[in-house]
C-alpha cells in the first residue's frame, strides 16, 4: 500500500533553534518527493521537490534530503524564525502508466516560540 | 501573478443541504486539482482535470459529489446532498502542464462545516 508516515506529529521549538521533520515512505513507482509548508488557514505551499537521483536540496533556510534506497527523506530547518509556525506536509508522487498521483504524509506541526 | 482563487473561504451547512465551491486556477494552467483535507491529515485528490476533460476521478464519491471545469478555465466542485464527514477544508490546485514534476499552486481552500 502506498503510504507516507511523517515523525513527529508536533514539534515547538525555540526561535533560532534548529529541527529536522522525518518522512518515510512506502510509495511505488517513486517519481519524485515534495515538502510544502502549509500555514493555518492558507493552501500548501511548495518548499523542494526532488527526483530519485537527488540527495540534498535547499531553499533558503530550509534544507531536504532524500534516501532512496532507505526510503526516507528529511527537512531541516536552520535558525528558525517565528514565520516557521506551520504544517510541514511530505509528499510524494508515484507515476505509471495510470499517470502521476500525489500521496500526502499527515503533515508535521511545528510551533517556533519567543 | 495572480495565485489560484476560491469562494466562498467559509461555509456552513446543514446535513443533507446542497453546496457548491467556485476555483479560478492561475491562468494558463491546464491542470486544475480538487482536494479534500480534513482537520490533522494530508489533502487527498478528489478530482483532477486536464483542461476540460477528467483526468482521474478514482477518489471522487460520486453518489453525492460533482465538478466540472466546462470551458476548461473555472471550475465548480458540488456536494448534494451533504454528510457530516464532508466536514473539511477543500482545496483547488493547479499546474502549467500535467506532468511528473509540475509544481501545483494551492488556492487558500474553502472550509466547509456540515452540522
Known amino acids: 500500500k502506498n503510504q507516507v508516515e511523517q515523525s513527529p506529529q508536533s514539534l515547538i521549538i525555540l526561535e533560532g533553534k534548529n529541527c529536522t521533520l522525518q518522512c518515510n515512505y512506502t510509495v511505488s513507482p517513486f517519481s519524485n518527493l515534495r515538502w510544502y509548508k502549509q500555514d493555518t488557514g492558507r493552501g500548501p505551499v511548495s518548499l523542494t521537490i526532488?527526483?530519485?537521483?537527488?540527495n540534498t536540496k535547499s531553499n533558503g533556510r530550509y534544507t531536504a534530503t532524500l534516501d532512496a534506497d532507505t526510503k526516507q527523506s528529511s527537512l531541516h530547518i536552520t535558525a528558525s524564525q517565528l514565520s516557521d509556525s506551520a504544517s510541514y506536509i511530505c509528499v510524494v508522487s508515484l507515476h505509471n502508466q495510470a499517470g502521476t498521483a500525489l500521496i500526502f504524509g499527515k503533515g508535521t506541526t511545528l510551533s517556533v516560540s519567543s | 501573478e495572480a495565485g489560484v482563487a476560491q469562494s466562498p473561504r467559509y461555509k456552513i451547512i446543514e446535513k443533507r443541504q446542497s453546496v457548491a465551491f467556485w476555483c479560478n486556477p492561475i491562468s494558463g494552467h491546464a491542470t486544475l486539482y480538487w482536494y479534500q483535507q480534513i482537520l490533522g491529515q494530508g489533502p487527498k485528490l478528489l478530482i483532477q482535470?486536464?483542461?476540460?476533460?477528467?483526468?482521474?476521478d478514482s477518489q471522487l464519491p460520486k453518489d453525492r459529489f460533482s465538478a466540472e471545469r466546462l470551458k476548461g478555465v473555472d471550475s465548480t466542485l458540488k456536494i448534494q446532498p451533504a454528510k457530516l464527514e464532508d466536514s473539511a477544508v477543500y482545496l483547488c490546485?493547479?499546474?502549467?502542464?500535467?506532468?511528473?514534476?509540475?509544481?501545483?499552486?494551492f488556492g487558500p481552500g474553502t472550509r466547509l462545516t456540515v452540522t
Open positions: 482535470f486536464q483542461n476540460n476533460g477528467v483526468v482521474d
Open positions: 526532488m527526483t530519485f537521483s537527488e
Open positions: 490546485a493547479s499546474s502549467l502542464v500535467l506532468s511528473e514534476l509540475s509544481e501545483q499552486y
